[in-house]
């Protein structure tokens, strides 16, 4: 079941733009489920824009006015349809939050999963180290609109751009749930690591939890645990979204462990992974730790630690803390406060 998380995600939404692009047979495909979702984002104070390109034909005139009767809060741009809608929409001389552009699928990579986040360098990467683009991102038929996509947010045109696939509640489940729908392309990500705060960050972190759970990684953390030791747990936040944890487990005077590190498959190989690390070592390392380890089969976290300078090592003075877990390696790193 998908679990909204509205009053933290809408406070980053309320007072700027959020505008959706349909073209006209997706628009016919998902008229109602699209209106749900933009009446949606209007009760909730979000200011939005919808382009479309209906032709003014008489067969469409039913459907212009049944757009303008049920979203009368809504800007409706309309794109003539012998333009390219692509490059009309993202020309578009007002600067926008959010732009979000329904299609009939994913954003897919050359081995048919969806893209789940992306920056403008890594896609100009991808098309300067392939001479097709289809070995990077499979909507081969994309290559264009991505240029100008990536032009739109470097110029500081648009701080985001999404693109997800047509359907009930798409919008809305892209906008305030962990895990999303589509794809998100930014460059101005601002990255926080704090610690656990609310009722509902601790809901947002089980959440994440849960993810790593099914696949075998960590051991279960109730609910009552989670909120018990709250001031234990820290959440990486990005633009105010927690998309990521990690537990605090002191082990003696100089010594922390990190557990419970989860990052919303959303946010992966984004670097998350590197900065909530890092940052929360820095914040350890204030308050005067220096040795840190961290138990995990997770080959990903693994890989991740020997990035940042842990080695796989299980020092006799953490033999009780081993015995815990025995069959499960654990890494090591030292940092002294400068």
Not at 124 to 149: H, L, P, Q
Not at 181 to 193: K, P, R, V, W, Y
Request: glycine share 6%; hydrophobic share 40%; net charge positive.
């Amino acid at each position: 079941m998908v679990q909204l998380y509205l009053n933290e995600y809408v406070k980053n939404l309320v007072g700027r733009t959020v505008c959706i692009a349909c073209r006209e047979g997706i628009l016919r495909d998902h008229f109602n489920e699209i209106v749900a979702d933009i009446k949606f984002l209007v009760r909730k104070g979000v200011a939005t824009t919808l382009f479309h390109n209906l032709p003014h034909r008489f067969a469409n005139q039913k459907l212009l006015k049944k757009l303008e009767l049920r979203l009368p809060e809504t800007s409706l741009i309309r794109i003539a349809p012998e333009l390219d809608f692509y490059q009309e929409v993202l020309q578009h001389p007002d600067t926008i939050y959010k732009l979000i552009f329904l299609e009939r699928r994913y954003l897919i990579d050359n081995k048919g999963y969806k893209i789940n986040a992306l920056t403008t360098r890594r896609v100009r990467e991808a098309m300067a180290d392939y001479a097709d683009f289809g070995d990077f991102i499979g909507n081969v038929n994309f290559k264009d609109t991505m240029n100008r996509i990536c032009e739109k947010i470097e110029a500081g045109q648009c701080e985001r751009i999404h693109i997800l696939p047509a359907g009930k509640n798409t919008i809305k489940h892209e906008l305030f749930t962990v895990e999303g729908t589509g794809t998100m392309i930014a460059d101005n990500f601002s990255e926080e690591l704090r610690q656990v705060q609310t009722d509902e960050e601790v809901a947002i972190v089980r959440r994440i939890l849960a993810m790593y759970k099914r696949s075998g990684f960590l051991k279960p953390r109730s609910r009552q645990y989670l909120s018990d030791n709250r001031h234990h747990f820290f959440v990486t936040a990005i633009d105010g979204i927690v998309v990521g944890c990690l537990e605090q487990k002191i082990i003696d005077e100089r010594t922390v462990e990190l557990g419970a590190l989860a990052i919303s498959a959303r946010f992966r190989n984004q670097r998350v992974g590197v900065f909530t690390v890092n940052a929360f070592i820095d914040k350890m390392v204030e308050q005067g730790y220096s040795r840190f380890i961290s138990l995990t089969r997770n080959p990903r976290l693994q890989a991740l630690y020997l990035q940042l300078g842990f080695v796989e090592e299980s020092p006799p003075e953490y033999s009780r803390r081993q015995s815990e877990s025995p069959d499960v390696q654990m890494f090591l790193k030292e940092r002294q406060h400068q």
